[in-house]
């Protein structure tokens, strides 16, 4: 089975950049990105505990299938409670790989690339991961990577480095 790989950490800290470059090191792979499902499957579902949850536990699924029909799986994907991610863990088994993708919040914050930090402090977003909504920052992930200290190409590298090494 090939590893599914799921990008944890706050909003702008750069799940969706590193999983774009890291998909060009991975045959056959697939991202699943938390935003874009929200706008399809998930999009009955909101940011209370309850449905984060419920939210991480379909993108598991999903992955699963696609490991089955034998792709390379990332997920980026802020799943910002322990347990959902713990849980997905438990759902994959060995072929799990947890990255945490680490940034300060000021950082993110400075980096605002989808301009959504202004509107959580502007209160026109509620419980926004890392404002009025907490991150529990992963404490087994298989890898961390701080991106306010390394580049795109050197975080990339690293969790090739950590894959090489089971696969
Ligand atoms: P997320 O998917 O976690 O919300 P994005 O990938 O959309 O984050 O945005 C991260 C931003 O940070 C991008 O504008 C990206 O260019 C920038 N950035 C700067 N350094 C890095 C790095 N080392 N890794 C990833 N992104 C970085």
């Known amino acids: ?7 944890t950490g ?15 090191q991975l045959p056959n792979c697939y991202i699943l990105d938390g935003d874009v499902l929200r706008k399809g499957i998930n999009q009955d579902l909101g940011f209370s505990i309850e449905d984060r949850i419920e939210v991480g536990r379909r993108i ?11 792709h390379h799986v990332i ?5 910002p409670h322990r347990a959902t ?14 990255v945490y993708i680490q940034c300060p919040l000021e950082v993110c914050e400075q980096r605002d690339p989808k301009g959504l930090y ?3 402090r502007a209160g026109e977003i ?7 909504s907490p ?3 992963p404490v087994h992930s298989e890898v961390t990577v701080d991106t306010s200290i390394l580049s795109v190409n050197e975080c990339v590298k690293q969790i090739m480095k950590y894959i090489e090494t089971r696969w």
């Open 75 to 79: 997920v980026a994907s802020i799943s």
């Open 85 to 98: 991610r713990d849980k997905v863990r438990t759902l994959i088994g060995d072929s799990y790989i947890e």
């Open 1 to 7: 089975m090939n590893p599914l790989i799921w990008l």
């Open 118 to 120: 202004k509107k959580a």
């Open 60 to 70: 598991g699924e999903i992955g699963k299938i696609l490991l089955d029909a034998n």
């Open 126 to 132: 509620k419980f926004f991961t890392g404002i009025d």
């Open 10 to 24: 706050l909003s702008g800290s750069g799940k969706t950049t590193i999983a774009d470059a890291l998909k060009q």
């Open 135 to 137: 991150y529990e920052e």
